[in-house]
């Protein structure tokens, strides 16, 4: 089983990224796939989670941390076996590495997650 976070980059304040979660090995429409971020020396954050699909092709409920709802969109893609956090009007506090996580359900602790996947760095400054 193998999760790959992508689609980090170095963006202005302001601008959007498409972070992806795609996964081997597994399929993620039966997970709830969360988005945590970190910065060395601190404290890993939850970002967003996507609940399981319902198994008729509904795609599962969402969940934002305060500092990112409004301006961020998380879906999945299961024909692609991937989840995508699209976070728009980027912030230098957005800056840390991205992860993507598997879980039984968004409402959990970090330390249930069942998979991870490596991070992706997202940088935001000018």
């Known amino acids: 089983v193998q999760l790959q976070a992508s689609g980090g980059g170095l963006v202005q304040p302001g601008g959007s990224l498409r972070l992806s979660c795609a996964a081997s090995g597994v399929t993620l429409e039966y997970y709830a796939i969360h988005w945590f971020r970190q910065n060395p020396g601190k404290e890993r954050d939850w970002v967003s989670c996507i609940s399981a699909g319902d198994g008729a092709g509904g795609a599962g409920r969402t969940y934002y941390q305060d500092s990112v709802i409004g301006r961020s969109t998380i879906s999945r893609d299961n024909a692609e076996n991937t989840v995508y956090l699209q976070v728009n009007g980027l912030k230098p506090e957005d800056t840390a590495n991205y992860y993507c996580?598997?879980?039984?359900?968004?409402?959990?602790?970090?330390?249930?997650?069942?998979?991870w996947g490596k991070g992706t760095l997202v940088t935001v400054s000018s």
């Open positions: 996580a598997a879980a039984s359900k968004c409402w959990t602790t970090s330390a249930a997650m069942e998979y």
